[in-house]
T-cell receptor, first 114, second 113 residues
Framework: NAGVTQTPKFQVLKTGQSMTLQCAQDMNHEYMSWYRQDPGMGLRLIHY???????DQGEVPNGYNVSRSTTEDFPLRLLSAAPSQTSVYFC?????????????FGEGSRLTVL | AQSVTQLDSHVSVSEGTPVLLRCNYSSSYSPSLFWYVQHPNKGLQLLLKYTSAATLVKGINGFEAEFKKSETSFHLTKPSAHMSDAAEYFC???????????FGTGTRLKVLA
């Protein structure tokens, strides 16, 4: 059982480049989300989705795009990378749509923007 | 609006002594509360959760937390620390009817031999 899989695990970009962080889950979870983790700031929500075709913004959405064409996949796109987007990114999913469910996390993607 | 405050950014304990990691929350509705643990260079793992059932919640690896509505607290405890408990711990709140989980800034636990 793979759970939540993120790729790539590490990436170095130059300012202005674009890229996509991939997230896939095999648990048939309706809810998926992206967080960024920065030292001393905990995890902050970037975007989330409650099902295929439905996405919404979190706390820090600027500079990021998402789409949800299937239940399994929730890619995060950086349109024009900036050094401020250097961070560790986590994808998380949960079953159902109520707030009592635990989040299941991927192992993270470490992104450096030069 | 939801918010979470973890009162200590770093906690050091000796192996075999009790652990206390403090968390206060703010919530407009009936919250669900969680504690997650993150070992170095790893993803986050659920320790325990409170979802309006028993106020004393037991989790994995001997951890437990007590929901105190009057104090708006959800502190994490363990009677006896083990070296493998060294990690970063996050308190998380989620309000009924929202899709957002709000994380605290984390407490790094160091366990001394």
């Amino acid at each position: 059982n793979a759970g939540v899989t993120q790729t790539p695990k590490f990436q170095v970009l130059k300012t202005g480049q674009s890229m996509t962080l991939q997230c896939a889950q095999d648990m048939n979870h309706e809810y998926m989300s992206w967080y960024r983790q920065d030292p001393g700031m905990g995890l902050r929500l970037i975007h989330y989705s409650v099902g295929a075709g439905i996405t919404d913004q979190g706390e820090v959405p600027n500079g990021y795009n998402v789409s949800r064409s299937t239940t399994e996949d929730f890619p995060l796109r950086l349109l024009s990378a900036a050094p401020s987007q250097t961070s560790v990114y986590f994808c998380a999913s949960r079953p159902g749509t109520d707030n009592t469910g635990e989040l299941f996390f991927g192992e993270g993607s470490r992104l450096t923007v030069l | 609006a939801q918010s979470v405050t973890q009162l200590d950014s770093h906690v050091s304990v000796s192996e075999g002594t009790p652990v206390l990691l403090r968390c206060n929350y703010s919530s407009s509705y009936s919250p669900s509360l969680f504690w997650y643990v993150q070992h170095p260079n790893k993803g986050l793992q659920l320790l325990l959760k409170y979802t309006s059932a028993a106020t004393l919640v037991k989790g994995i690896n001997g951890f437990e937390a007590e929901f105190k509505k009057s104090e708006t607290s959800f502190h994490l405890t363990k009677p006896s620390a083990h070296m493998s408990d060294a990690a970063e711990y996050f308190c998380v709140v989620s309000d009924t009817g929202t899709y957002k989980y709000i994380f605290g800034t984390g407490t790094r636990l160091k366990v001394l031999a």
